[in-house]
């Protein structure tokens, strides 16, 4: 029997961003929000049209991109930082995200993409006595004179559009308006630009390589902006991986491991990674962008009342910090997380 196509559904969650949308009580967000339940249950990914982040803006990020990753490798890696920072450059082949999980790759090679990462620092809230260590200073590439206007206009707009989201995945998740809003109101958020090349001469390709390995995004949800290559697949329900291509003006949002956490994985923090297509030897040059939206570092993220059934695990309490300082030591240093992950199951059964 045939097996019906996978599909990433597509919501345009402009009722959201209408005006006076706060009090969000109209049928067309009751409307957004069953059908972001349904997607969220059923796949952990969305596409979103209507989110009015301009073409400008996403244009210029990609110049920035270019403008950075085209640098040669040796100055890219002056702005590298130290592995437990999470910000600044990653070259190529530096990290491993499928050990983020505690999962070994088959060929126990790095992934090949190399990355820059900007976030949240302590300066945004001079009244908080917040820690470098989750909100550490970002380092900006003085040899890429665009780049962090272009980078600040971009994640400027995608956190007001996450803000967006997590008020809609309130009404979706039938939770009390504002529910959310203690957990996330010094919000540590990071953008980290992807670059799945490899440069000639530069590093030696191995044809098994990966572009970046399967792993769970660590937050809360995350907004993805990817070029037009493809490579993006989703671990489905059917534990098979399925490729995901987002349409030409929509940005794809995929659930994190807090939003897995609270819903006792009723929402799925799904499973993806990244394989671009390798023609005659060459990898096809993709470009991405992931916004991600992780909460208050001192958010403790348990089960939501009603979400465990009697008798059924729920996850432990841990707080956003210490979920991704876990998942971060793994990814950049190797280490693994010392506790068996639900996610690391779902990976070790993919067919
Ligand atoms: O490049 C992509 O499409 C996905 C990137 C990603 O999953 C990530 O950065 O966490
Ligand atoms: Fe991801």
Known sequence: MPTSPFIVPTVDISPYLAEGARAHNS???????????????????????????????????????????????????????SSSENRGYSPPVSESLSMSLGVQSANRMNDFYEAFIVGTETTEYPDLDLPEASYATNIWPGDAPSFRSAVEEYFTHAQELARILLAAFT??????????????????????????????????????????????????????????????QILGSDNAWHDAQPADDALLINLGDAMARWTNDRWRSTVHRVNPPITDGQIIRRRSAAFFFDGNHDAVIEPLPGTVVDGEPGYPPITVAENIAAKVAGLKAGVKPTVALREAARVLSAR
């Not at 989110?51 to 085209?70: K, N, Q, S, W, Y």
């Not at 540590?188 to 792993?215: C, R, S």
Request: hydrophobic share 45%; charged share 25%.
């Open 27 to 81: 049928a067309e967000c009751a409307r957004v929000a069953a059908e972001l339940d349904t997607a969220c249950r059923e796949v952990g990914f969305v596409q979103i049209v209507g989110h009015r982040i301009p073409g400008a803006t996403v244009d210029r990020l990609t110049r920035a991109l270019d403008e950075f990753f085209g640098l040669p490798l040796e100055t890219k890696k002056k702005y590298r930082r």
């Open 171 to 232: 009404d979706a998740l039938r939770v009390e308006p504002g529910y959310f809003d203690a957990m996330v109101d010094h919000s540590i958020n990071a953008l980290k630009m992807n670059n799945y090349a490899l440069p000639e001469g530069e590093v030696a390709f191995d044809g098994d390589a990966t572009g970046m390995g399967a792993h769970t995004d660590f937050g809360i949800l995350t907004i993805l902006w990817a070029d037009q290559v493809p490579g993006l």
